[in-house]
């Protein structure tokens, strides 16, 4: 890359900084405002937040890459997230950001399912902060390899060194501003990759005569493409429609429900975030196909096709844009890991420190303790992307199988089934969470190969969860009158709320 493009990176990395600066003035005097932004976040930046922290690194490479790779396959996943998201503001937005409020005022995920059961202590926050911990490390760990491989193929820096680069940075801002740097770097980082998604394909485009010129060059590179469309299999189907299942139980996404600054704004986010998301992957899936038809039409050779979005950008554009369309995979990458960076921290301080040391601890020393577990996650997870041989998509959707299977059911029935127990809610992370698991990494079938290979582990993950959440409510006691009673107050609220 020319020296123009460097000035773009330069700029963007000092605005993040810049905002994480900001931030640190405005709000992290105290642990709300550090981990939830006091509540008071506009449904134009949780739009954007909640979308740029969804798609990370995976979304500019990963997607395209598989787009790439296995034609419109990926079009599948794509259709899934987009109902899933949709989904989420629907059903679960509204409702989680009145009673986690109700709920003695709950700052993060575990502790809104210990209250909902009218205890600040329960077993299941420990354990559902726990997972988050584990599986956060993963999918963080996914973003660094993205900005590991940006960094060699775009700048031939070293692997590691990509690595570092990318976590110093996203670090730096998010232990300095907490909740709202992290809101308010996102919103930023969303407008980029908009724009991005849009520019890179459509010049893309232009370098052909004609719809038809791309579409045959694309047939020609893939014999196979044409006939993706019907050759899927029901199962294979179903494994990607399923990404949509994951988003009820993703703390990075439902986390800004939570803060957005009122019930009435939801709806303002959702239509603000679904546009977003339709412009956006619709960009990526149209990345990976006109660069299927580019490389065969004008001989380009690709060795890793999860870069395809980097070799446009480095080919088609002036060095000034293409510095400005790096810093949209960095946008993406880092909006991703600072929302895990700070759920992961929130859980290790307030549902695992506060809860097993059971002392009291300073506003400013719990951000403190907040900050050094920043830290502790992002060093792990910089650990295990030192493999450079792993995939972004592999990482990101075992992660996010983890997260829907053992969340996403619990979610939904702690909002809208009355009954709900505190053992049930116990074992239905366990099982969810064991299931996928077991589903990933015990090889059971033929030549050493795992069930996921088969069938994708969130919905075997989800529907354990789900049934063992029912069958264990429905043996367990009659809730409290004082944990029914919340409930009611929060539907009340609600109502209130929305009228």
Do not use: Q
């Given at each position: 890359m020319q020296f123009e493009g460097y000035i773009s990176l330069a700029l963007y990395f000092l605005a993040m900084l810049g905002i994480g600066l900001f931030a640190y003035r405005q709000s992290t005097s105290d642990i709300s405002g550090y981990i939830l932004g006091g509540r008071q976040v506009s449904p134009q930046v949780t739009a954007l937040s909640a979308g740029a922290s969804d798609m990370s690194g995976w979304m500019l490479m990963g997607l395209p890459g598989a787009m790439y790779l296995s034609g419109f396959d990926a079009l599948y996943i794509a259709i899934g997230l987009v109902a899933g998201?949709?989904?989420?503001?629907?059903?679960?937005?509204?409702?989680?950001?009145?009673?986690t409020e109700v709920a003695d005022?709950?700052?993060?995920?575990?502790?809104?399912?210990?209250?909902?059961?009218?205890?600040?202590?329960?077993?299941?926050?420990?354990?559902?902060?726990?997972?988050?911990?584990?599986?956060?490390?993963?999918?963080?760990s996914a973003g660094l390899v993205a900005g590991g491989k940006l960094f060699e193929s775009a700048f031939d820096v070293q692997y590691q060194w990509g690595l570092l680069i990318t976590l110093g940075v996203v670090v730096s801002y998010t232990l300095l501003g907490g909740f709202l740097a992290v809101s308010m770097t996102d919103f930023v980082q969303g407008c980029i990759m908009f724009v991005a998604l849009v520019l890179v394909p459509v010049v893309a485009f232009t370098e052909f005569d004609s719809i038809a010129q791309m579409n045959n060059a694309a047939y020609e590179s893939i014999p196979g493409l044409a006939a993706s469309w019907e050759g899927i299999t029901l199962i294979g189907l179903v494994s990607s429609l399923a990404w949509g299942l994951g988003y009820f139980g993703q703390p990075h996404i439902i986390v800004r429900f939570m803060a957005i600054r009122s019930v009435k704004a939801i709806s303002t986010a959702r239509n603000i975030g679904m546009s977003w998301m339709l412009v956006t992957i619709t960009g990526a899936l149209g990345t990976g196909f006109v660069g299927i038809a580019y490389a065969n039409q004008f001989g380009l050779a690709i060795d890793d096709p999860e870069t395809i979005f980097i070799v446009f950008s480095q080919l088609l554009f002036h060095p000034l844009i293409s510095g400005f369309l790096m810093a949209a995979i960095l946008a993406a990458i880092m909006s991703t890991i600072s929302s895990q960076l700070l759920v992961s921290a929130s859980s290790l301080t307030e549902d695992i420190y506060r809860v097993v040391s059971k002392k009291q601890v300073s506003e400013s020393d719990t951000v403190k303790i907040g900050r050094f577990g920043v830290a502790g996650v992002a060093i792990a997870?910089?650990?295990?992307?030192?493999?450079?041989?792993?995939?972004?998509?592999?990482?990101?959707?075992?992660?996010?199988?983890?997260?829907?299977?053992?969340?996403?059911?619990?979610?939904?029935?702690?909002?809208?089934?009355?009954?709900?127990?505190?053992?049930?809610a116990l074992a239905g992370i366990i099982s969810g969470a064991a299931t996928v698991l077991f589903w990933i990494y015990v090889p059971v079938l033929e030549d050493g190969k795992t069930l996921s290979s088969a069938i994708y582990e969130i919905i075997p993950g989800f529907a354990v969860s789900t049934v063992t959440l029912w069958l264990f409510s429905a043996m367990g006691k009659t809730p409290s009158s004082e944990v029914s009673s919340m409930f009611s107050e929060a539907n009340r609220e609600l109502a209130n709320q929305q009228s």
């Open positions: 998201a949709l989904a989420n503001y629907l059903l679960v937005a509204p409702k989680l950001r009145v009673y005022d709950s700052l993060t995920v575990p502790e809104f399912f210990a209250k909902r059961f009218g205890k600040s202590d329960a077993r299941v926050r420990i354990v559902s902060a726990a997972i988050i911990v584990m599986f956060f490390t993963l999918y963080t997870a910089l650990l295990l992307a030192l493999d450079s041989s792993n995939t972004i998509l592999s990482l990101v959707s075992n992660a996010w199988a983890g997260f829907g299977a053992a969340f996403g059911p619990l979610v939904l029935f702690c909002l809208y089934k009355r009954d709900l127990t505190h053992n049930a």
